[in-house]
């Protein structure tokens, strides 16, 4: 049995429970249906794409980022529903169903977030400018994801998390082709600790996948005080892959990331710095360059990226104007001499509206 007929069975017996009827009647107030969205002019200069006989050209084009519709209940026994749906996507984002069966200890099942990637990963919504390319790219798990877990909450929180293993795909020699596990054997697990210290908020996370052949640690720290929001994360993912498909040798892919997030309010006013930087140290030779080929929008390795930004809550919430300036920095190898490596780098500005109603 897969982690999603796990969860399907959860599902259905938790609903056969209880009375769907009562459920609507005693909390119809507290049904809360909400819209987010983010647009933007975005300027770029594309210098990624420039080598020593291209120039790119300059764009200038509109762009919507995010059109979601939320909707979150509450429901008897500190029970909630959480549903974000992507207009752009056409796509369910989430949905997720808590239960609170004793004060200690939280349930939840449904499509979630996977406990992994850090705070940059938990705090990637629709008014986020800025993501590291291990992020937003190469997770162990898709952002959301079919998952069970239980929390104890107790200390901040402690907390397991079962999701779908990850399964190597028909191919040949890509980095999916080359995973251990070829079909739902078992479920993947994820451990997580998020602590509450004042104003100080530690977050770890640990994790296998792969049949247990992989493991990633990340830790980070968030704090939150007199108009602060800072984070930062440090993340390591050992991802052992077979040296060819079918063979039975192993390669260990070590990759690093390293974030690190300042905004400050003043008034209805926040600035914000980020910082970020990506790397993978590969077996045998470590390679000092991405491939300009295939790379100039993955950042494979080899990464460095700066943002700065204002947003102002024009009407609380509800909408932020706000301009960004965003700076993306990598090596890669050069298209002329694959033997040799170039720095490329690129901006780009954005002003845009958006905002939570």
């Given amino acids: 049995m897969n982690l999603r007929s796990m969860l399907l069975l959860l599902g259905s017996s938790f609903y056969a429970s209880a009375s769907l009827a009562e459920i609507v009647e005693h909390n119809k107030q507290d049904v809360n249906i909400g819209f987010e969205y983010r647009s933007e002019w975005e300027y770029s200069d594309h210098g990624l794409e420039k080598t020593s006989t291209d120039t790119p050209t300059k764009t200038s084009e509109l762009n919507t980022k995010a059109a979601n519709i939320t909707l979150n209940s509450t429901f008897a026994n500190n029970g909630k529903i959480d549903i974000l749906y992507s207009l752009l996507d056409s796509a369910l984002g989430w949905f997720i169903v808590e ?13 979630d977030f996977a406990n992994q990637g850090g705070w940059d990963n938990f705090n ?43 399964i190597a795909s028909t191919g040949t020699n890509t980095e999916s082709d080359l995973r251990f596990n070829k079909s739902n054997q078992q479920p993947a697990w994820i451990l997580e600790y998020t602590g509450t210290f004042g104003a100080v908020t530690p977050l770890i996370q640990y994790g296998t996948y792969d049949m247990n052949k992989s493991n990633f640690a990340s830790i980070g720290l968030n704090y939150k005080n007199n108009g602060i929001d ?128």
């Fill in 99 to 111: 239960i609170q069966p004793f004060d200690i200890i939280t349930i939840s099942l449904g499509q």
């Fill in 124 to 166: 990637w919504l629709y008014d986020t400018m800025i993501i590291s390319p291990y992020t937003q790219y190469h997770l162990p798990f898709s952002e959301t994801t079919h998952t069970f877990e239980v929390k104890f909450n107790y200390m901040g929180g402690f907390s397991l998390q079962l999701l779908d293993d990850v």
């Fill in 230 to 357: 800072a984070y930062v994360d440090y993340i390591i993912d050992n991802r052992t892959l077979r040296a060819a498909v079918d063979s039975d040798t192993k390669k260990k892919y070590v990759h690093t990331n390293i974030v690190a997030d300042l905004s400050y309010s003043i008034g209805a006013y926040k600035p914000y710095i980020k910082y970020l930087k990506y790397d993978v140290k590969q077996p045998d030779n470590d390679l000092k360059g991405n491939d300009p080929a295939s790379d100039l929008k993955l950042f494979s390795d080899n990464a460095t990226h700066l943002a700065l930004g204002l947003k102002y809550e024009l009407y609380h919430s509800e909408i932020v104007p706000y301009f960004s300036y965003i700076m993306r920095s990598g090596t890669f190898y050069k298209s002329s001499d694959a033997s040799k490596t170039e720095t490329r780098s690129d901006t780009s500005m954005h002003l845009g509206l958006m905002g939570k109603i």
